[in-house]
């Protein structure tokens, strides 16, 4: 696509939902560029800005999920549990530390 269209995809088209146009070579669906604002739909699903739909897919992930309540039980135990959400959400590293910590094998 010629350089000199990408400004009305620029403005109209969303990374996560297509292009206005339907094109298939659209520079905002391809990465090739960034998008100034989110479309209707994003709007509409509560993302407040094009920032947002640049989070990391864990952090995706993670807004998805409500605040739940304090638990009562051992620090070890939570630790046990946290090292279960870093590998599910991809965070190995810091699973692989957690188990060091915990002497889980």
């Known amino acids: ?4 269209k990408y400004g009305v995809h620029r403005t ?5 939902h297509g292009c206005k146009y339907g094109d298939k070579d659209c520079p905002v669906v391809n990465r090739e560029i ?3 604002y989110i479309c209707e739909d994003c709007d509409n699903e509560g ?3 094009v920032d947002e739909l640049f989070l990391s ?11 739940c309540p ?9 630790l046990r549990d946290l090292a279960i959400i870093a590998n599910k959400f ?3 590293d810091a699973n692989d530390y957690l188990k060091t910590v915990l002497e889980i094998y």
Do not use: A, F, T
């Open 12 to 16: 109209h088209c969303c990374i996560e």
């Open 70 to 78: 304090q638990r009562q039980d051992s620090l070890q135990d939570q």
């Open 90 to 92: 991809g965070l190995y």
């Open 34 to 36: 960034r998008q100034d």
């Open 47 to 49: 993302i407040n800005s």
């Open 57 to 67: 897919p864990w952090k995706k992930e993670l807004k998805k999920v409500n605040q």
């Open 1 to 4: 696509m010629e350089k000199e």
